[in-house]
């Protein structure tokens, strides 16, 4: 099993210039998270799927940043226009679904985004 | 609020000697807390979990434990090897409509050869 993939692994962008980044869960994963993670930082979530439906968006920028889960598989956040505040690691994460504990819960190994 | 702290930001141990990390939480709502290792360049990958209604779980070498009186929670590797050296982090998990994690700042656990 593959596992969460997510790509790019790295980006350098200017800031004001648009990223996307892309995440494959779990084949069967139901739940897809996006967290972010700052330097020396446990992650923070940014937004929940299940399947398609954006179920916690609450902790989204959404001045500037956005989500989509198409068919309720791969995920893209992208971000427009970045600022230089956002450099940090982008993680992915699916789990099978809601409330079925710890296990199953897999994260994939980040996008490092920087922007300078 | 909702927070999960350590109190340590790096610890140093000897190959061979056992390890504590030590966590400290201040919301009760975590239906289960959860311990993650992550290595650099990596995320975080999952090494024990416990339900908040336990107090104690072992696994391959480690072991977690959970004081709700104090709101404490610690991972214990026997034996640390090299390969034990990361960034661990613990993490309440927050169920039913919420669902989601929140993480601790995070320990660097550096194995001495």
């Known amino acids: 099993e593959a596992g969460v993939v997510q790509s790019p692994r790295y980006k350098i962008i200017e800031k004001k210039q648009p990223v996307a980044f892309w995440c494959n869960p779990i084949s069967g994963h139901n739940t897809l998270y996006w967290y972010r993670q700052n330097l020396g930082q446990g992650p923070e979530l940014l937004i929940r799927?299940?399947?398609?439906?954006?179920?916690?968006d609450s902790q989204l920028p959404k001045d500037r940043f956005s989500a989509e889960r198409l068919k309720g598989v791969d995920s893209t956040l992208k971000i427009q226009p970045a600022e230089l505040g956002d450099s940090a690691v982008y993680l992915c994460?699916?789990?099978?679904?809601?409330?079925?504990?710890?296990?199953?819960?897999?994260f994939g190994s980040g996008t490092r985004l920087t922007v300078v | 609020g909702e927070s999960v702290g350590l109190h340590l930001p790096t610890l140093s141990v000897q190959e061979g000697d056992n390890s504590i990390i030590n966590c400290a939480y201040s919301n009760s709502a975590s239906d289960y807390f959860i311990w993650y290792k992550q290595e650099s360049g990596k995320g975080p990958q999952f090494i024990i979990d416990i339900r908040s209604n336990m107090d104690k779980r072992q696994g391959q070498r480690v072991t977690v434990l959970l004081n709700k009186t104090v709101k404490h929670l610690s991972l214990q590797i026997a034996a640390t090897q090299p390969g034990d050296s990361a960034v661990y982090f613990c993490a309440g998990h927050y169920g039913g409509a919420t669902n989601k994690l929140i993480f601790g700042t995070g320990t660097l656990l550096a194995v001495q050869p």
């Open positions: 799927y299940e399947n398609e439906e954006a179920v916690d």
């Open positions: 994460a699916s789990s099978p679904r809601t409330g079925v504990g710890s296990y199953g819960y897999t």
